[in-house]
């Protein structure tokens, strides 16, 4: 399965600055064996998209979308709104989103499935909080939050879906979650896709890590079982150190 890793540069960047992100990235050497992605603000994937032009080195991607692809939905925009742009990956339910504006399960599943079925692949964050980590609830909360994730997704659709483990007290804090703990966690991630949809389609699937993840610790990720892939915020807003990560992910 190829590495997949994905730069989040949250609520940084508008047009003015992402052209100049991208074109400094691509000026860098990288490595061809990994899948390599940006998900930038809605408002820069015009930018983005002028200055990478054909090339789809990194991939674009975007941070969120709606879950209807037209219609009275004030302030939204669709996964076919985001195929104009050459959009190929979208994060949903990233935990920032769940809780500044109370995203809920339902909506994350809602918003996979209209993504990959308009061709895009959902990119779905899931993961405990703090207080649920003390409480020894990672497990009851990652099958729940799974579960309400793929509940409309199809299984052999040309489009695939990937998750993203993200413990939220681990999201920009420094204290990136240890390798082995995050093995588990995606072990329990993939079981709960293997008990919907099969084995065959669960070992298909990319289980990605992301929490505080930089070019110090990428390679402790990546070469855990398991674990297909990174997704960074605050390393990858440097685009020179963000390459670095992706050559020290695969340094062949
Ligand atoms: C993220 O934005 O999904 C993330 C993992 O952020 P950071 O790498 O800064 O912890």
Redesign the pocket.
């Known amino acids: 399965m190829r590495t997949l890793l994905i730069a ?1 540069w ?1 609520m940084h960047y508008g047009p003015m600055k992402a052209g100049g992100w991208i074109r400094a990235f691509r000026r860098e050497r990288l490595p061809k064996d990994l899948d390599i992605a940006v998900a930038v603000p809605h408002v820069s994937l015009a930018a983005s998209r002028a200055s990478l032009g054909r090339a789809s080195i990194p991939a674009l991607a975007a941070q969120d979308a709606f879950w209807a692809q037209d219609g009275a939905f004030t302030g939204e925009v669709s996964p076919s709104m985001l195929l104009e742009f050459g959009v190929q990956f979208c994060l949903v339910g ?3 989103r769940r809780i500044y504006l109370g995203e809920t399960d339902e909506m994350v599943g809602k918003k996979a499935a209209t993504l990959q079925a308009a061709g895009i692949v959902p990119v779905i ?1 899931v993961g405990e909080n703090e207080a649920q980590l003390k409480k020894g609830e990672v497990s009851k909360v990652l099958k729940a939050q799974v579960a309400a994730a793929i509940a409309s997704l199809k299984p052999d659709g040309k489009t695939p879906f990937v998750f ?1 483990y ?1 413990p939220v007290w ?4 420094g204290k990136p979650c240890p390798p082995q703990k995050a093995k588990e966690a995606h072990e329990i991630i993939r079981s709960a896709i293997q008990k919907k949809f099969g084995q065959s389609v669960a070992e298909h699937v990319r289980v990605i890590y ?5 070019a110090h610790n990428i390679s402790e990720y990546v070469t855990t079982t398991g674990v297909n892939g990174a ?6 807003l440097d685009p020179r150190a963000f390459a670095l990560l992706c050559r020290t992910a695969n340094p062949a």
Do not use: M
């Open positions: 989040n949250k990233h935990s920032e964050c993203a993200e681990s999201i920009g804090t992301g929490g505080s993840v930089d997704l960074v915020g605050g390393a990858s």
